[in-house]
Structures are given as structure tokens and as C-alpha cells.
């Protein structure tokens, strides 16, 4: 892959003032994009732009009605913004669940459907949704997220069929536990669900369906995005990629 072989393309990263997103923010920059940092964190996503001498769009993404009038003008979307709660399904909140359905699968729609029109002017266009090895696996205790990641892998392919003839791609990108500070808050909640100690959470939770036993790095889940987002990738539509160290092998 070339250096700089984004030089010219436009790319919206959404959460992308952490995490996974901020790591996908820096190799799309390293490569030549024009990043834009989607968050809901006014100071972090003014200084994850500055860092990568792009722009920052403050916006809350569970608010879909702004989203549903927002431009979206990219060559580039990465579907990322997220949240997890842990709860059994008999007690888990209504308003959460709401919420993490219009975070996690309305609001990435509304910005597909935003995208697409220029993406199918210029005959070129990626899509990349953060998905989650709880996108083609179910665990117990996490009934909207789920839902929510089962529902992005529907879109994707959706996505995929309708832009094949315009020259857009769309595909999902499967991470088992990420090392993220949405994954770090999920310790504690896991921990209280269990009824265990927070040092067995990693152990005996969160790495017990995996053959590699190590949380997966976010620079590894934005290698994989950064190819998805490459020309090479021209071919690679409606996939969806587990990063999941085997657990998808059982």
C-alpha cells in the first residue's frame, strides 16, 4: 500500500475522538486523508482533529433528528461510536436499550443514506462499520448490544448490494475485547454481573472464547479498517472481518 494512497479522499470517523476511532483517525491521516473526528466530546474531538490536522464536527449521535439533517460529504465512513451496558435482560432499561439502538443502528443508517450521494457521483465510496464479535456470536447480559451489532451487519450488506454499481464498498470489521476504555468500564459491569472479582473479569469473561488469549490493540482493528478504506480493497464488499482471536473458529 502506498504511502500516502488516500491523498485527496475525505474520511468521517465517528466516536472518533477515542478508542478504536481515534486510532483509525491517524492512519487514515498517515495515508493522506482529510480526517473529520465525529464525537460528542467538544475538547477531545478538537484535540484528536488537531492531531491529525483535521476537523472536528461536535454532534451526539443518539440524537438522531440532527443527525437526519447533517451533510455528509465523504469518500470515507467509518461507523464507529458505541456504548455497552450490562445487564440481565429482566432488568435491563427500556431507555437504555432505546438508546443504543438509535446510537449503534439508526444513527449509522441516516449516515449511510447521507453519504451515499456523493459517494455514487464520484463512483467511489467505503464504508466501514465497527462491528463487534457480538455481531455474528450472542453473550448473555448484553441484549441491546447484541441486537444492535446484529442489526449494523444487516445494514452493511444491504449497503454493499445497493452501491456495488457506484464504485461503494461496505463491510463490517468484527473485534473480540478491545483495549479501549469502553472495554475498561465493562470490567467493573461484568465483574457485578458475575458475581466475581474484577482482576478474573479479563480472564475468565472476556478472553475464555478466544485461542489467543490477549485483548485485541486498536492499532490492529485500524490497520484492518485503513485497508478496507484502500483501492486494494475494490473487490471486498457485504464481508464481514472477525479480529476475534479464534473465537468464531469454535
Same mark, same amino acid.
Request: a negative charge; charged letters at 20%; hydrophobic letters at 45%.
Given at each position: 500500500?502506498?504511502?500516502?494512497?488516500?491523498?485527496?479522499?475525505?474520511?468521517?470517523?465517528? &466516536?472518533?475522538?477515542?478508542?478504536?476511532?481515534?486510532? @483509525?483517525?491517524?492512519?487514515?491521516?498517515?495515508?493522506?486523508?482529510?480526517?473529520?473526528?465525529?464525537?460528542?466530546? %467538544?475538547? /477531545?474531538? *478538537?484535540?484528536?482533529?488537531?492531531?491529525?490536522?483535521?476537523?472536528? #464536527?461536535?454532534?451526539?449521535?443518539?440524537?438522531?433528528?440532527?443527525?437526519?439533517? %447533517?451533510?455528509?460529504?465523504?469518500?470515507?465512513?467509518?461507523?464507529? /461510536?458505541?456504548?455497552?451496558?450490562?445487564?440481565?435482560?429482566?432488568?435491563?432499561?427500556?431507555?437504555?436499550?432505546?438508546?443504543?439502538?438509535?446510537?449503534?443502528?439508526?444513527?449509522?443508517?441516516?449516515?449511510?443514506?447521507?453519504? !451515499?450521494?456523493?459517494?455514487?457521483?464520484?463512483? #467511489?465510496?467505503? +464504508?466501514?462499520?465497527?462491528?463487534?464479535?457480538?455481531?455474528?456470536?450472542?453473550?448473555?447480559?448484553?441484549?441491546?448490544?447484541?441486537?444492535?451489532?446484529? %442489526?449494523?451487519?444487516?445494514?452493511?450488506?444491504?449497503?454493499? !448490494?445497493?452501491?456495488?454499481?457506484? &464504485?461503494?464498498?461496505?463491510? @463490517?470489521?468484527?473485534?473480540?475485547?478491545?483495549?479501549?476504555?469502553?472495554?475498561?468500564?465493562? +470490567?467493573?459491569?461484568?465483574?457485578?454481573?458475575?458475581?466475581?472479582?474484577?482482576?478474573?473479569?479479563?480472564?475468565? +469473561?472476556?478472553?475464555?472464547?478466544?485461542?489467543?488469549?490477549?485483548?485485541?490493540?486498536?492499532?490492529?482493528?485500524? *490497520? !484492518?479498517?485503513? #485497508?478496507?478504506?484502500?483501492?486494494?480493497? &475494490?473487490?471486498?464488499?457485504? *464481508?464481514?472481518? /472477525?479480529?476475534?482471536? &479464534?473465537?468464531? %473458529?469454535?
Amino acid at each position: 500500500m502506498a504511502d500516502e494512497d488516500l491523498r485527496g479522499r475525505r474520511a468521517l470517523v465517528t &466516536g472518533g475522538a477515542s478508542g478504536i476511532g481515534l486510532a @483509525c483517525a491517524h492512519s487514515f491521516a498517515a495515508r493522506g486523508a482529510h480526517v473529520i473526528i465525529a464525537d460528542r466530546d %467538544a475538547d /477531545a474531538a *478538537s484535540m484528536a482533529a488537531r492531531a491529525v490536522n483535521g476537523e472536528a #464536527w461536535v454532534v451526539d449521535l443518539s440524537e438522531t433528528a440532527e443527525v437526519q439533517n %447533517a451533510a455528509v460529504d465523504v469518500d470515507i465512513l467509518v461507523n464507529n /461510536a458505541g456504548i455497552q451496558r450490562v445487564s440481565p435482560l429482566v432488568d435491563f432499561d427500556p431507555d437504555a436499550f432505546r438508546l443504543m439502538q438509535r446510537l449503534m443502528v439508526e444513527s449509522p443508517f441516516l449516515l449511510v443514506r447521507a453519504a !451515499l450521494p456523493g459517494m455514487y457521483e464520484r463512483g #467511489w465510496g467505503r +464504508i466501514v462499520n465497527i462491528s463487534s464479535v457480538h455481531g455474528l456470536r450472542a453473550s448473555a447480559f448484553k441484549s441491546a448490544y447484541v441486537v444492535a451489532k446484529h %442489526a449494523l451487519e444487516g445494514l452493511s450488506k444491504v449497503t454493499a !448490494l445497493e452501491g456495488a454499481p457506484y &464504485g461503494v464498498t461496505s463491510n @463490517c470489521v468484527n473485534p473480540a475485547y478491545v483495549r479501549t476504555p469502553l472495554v475498561e468500564k465493562q +470490567i467493573a459491569d461484568q465483574a457485578k454481573v458475575h458475581g466475581i472479582d474484577e482482576t478474573e473479569v479479563i480472564e475468565k +469473561i472476556m478472553l475464555t472464547e478466544m485461542a489467543v488469549k490477549r485483548l485485541v490493540e486498536v492499532d490492529e482493528v485500524a *490497520s !484492518l479498517v485503513t #485497508w478496507l478504506a484502500s483501492d486494494h480493497a &475494490g473487490m471486498v464488499t457485504g *464481508s464481514s472481518y /472477525a479480529m476475534d482471536g &479464534g473465537w468464531t %473458529a469454535r
